[in-house]
């Protein structure tokens, strides 16, 4: 499986982004797709994830801000993370993530930087 990830970029604080994440290869219908930040010096950490039947998880510090969601057309593959009211603190990298029977993929990151 592989992850393509886009829509990273540099914003002002307070402003909005769209990151799209679309899978490939073997895909496996139930699976969970999320998206993961990475800032320097930090850990990755839990953004927002989805599962095949549309069940949400969203990490405190996003949750009122932020959404994902899949796809209409490619549900099984395709997931995007809406991110408004941006702060300094959303600035990292942004890794998407497909999990199906135990195994995980990563996609290649996309920056975010936020600037106030």
């Known amino acids: 499986v592989q992850l393509q990830a886009s829509g990273g970029g540099l914003v002002q604080v307070g402003g909005s982004l769209r990151l799209s994440c679309a899978a490939s290869g073997s895909i496996i219908s139930a699976n969970v797709m999320g998206w993961y930040r990475q800032a320097p010096g930090k850990q990755r950490e839990l953004v927002a994830t989805?599962?095949?039947?549309?069940?949400?998880?969203?990490a405190d510090s996003v949750k009122g801000r932020f959404t994902i969601s899949r796809d209409r057309d490619n549900a099984d593959k395709t997931v995007s993370l809406q991110m408004n009211s941006l702060k300094p603190e959303d600035t990292a990298t942004y890794y998407c993530k497909y999990v199906a029977n135990w195994y995980s993929y990563w996609g290649q990151g996309t920056q975010v930087t936020v600037s106030s």
């Open positions: 989805i599962t095949s039947g549309g069940l949400t998880n969203y």
